[in-house]
């Protein structure tokens, strides 16, 4: 896999991109919070992110809310048939 990961999010209604350069399989929670809290100029003891994406699993309407590595994992592994998250 690439070694540049490209995330995409929504903030207060307003869409940011972050780059990681590292590959999937090691990349962090951690690494796209530090990221994040760093764009949006945030200060990570006064503010907690929530991160969360909609599956691309037909009937599935609730969105899936990424806690650890192993869900930031899934979702940047889950792709669909036009090869996108």
């Known amino acids: 896999m690439s070694n540049l990961v490209s995330i995409h999010y929504k903030f207060k ?4 991109s972050i780059i990681v350069k590292t590959s999937v399989e090691d990349m962090t929670l951690s690494m796209i919070e530090d990221k994040m809290y ?3 100029d945030l200060d990570e003891r006064k503010e907690k ?5 909609m599956l691309v699993v ?3 309407e609730q969105p899936l809310t990424i806690v650890d590595d192993e869900d930031l994992f899934v979702y940047l ?9």
């Open 49 to 53: 992110l929530e991160m969360s994406y």
């Open 13 to 16: 209604g307003r869409i940011f």
């Open 58 to 60: 037909v009937g599935c």
């Open 77 to 85: 592994t889950s792709i669909d048939k036009e090869n996108q998250r």
């Open 38 to 40: 760093k764009k949006l």
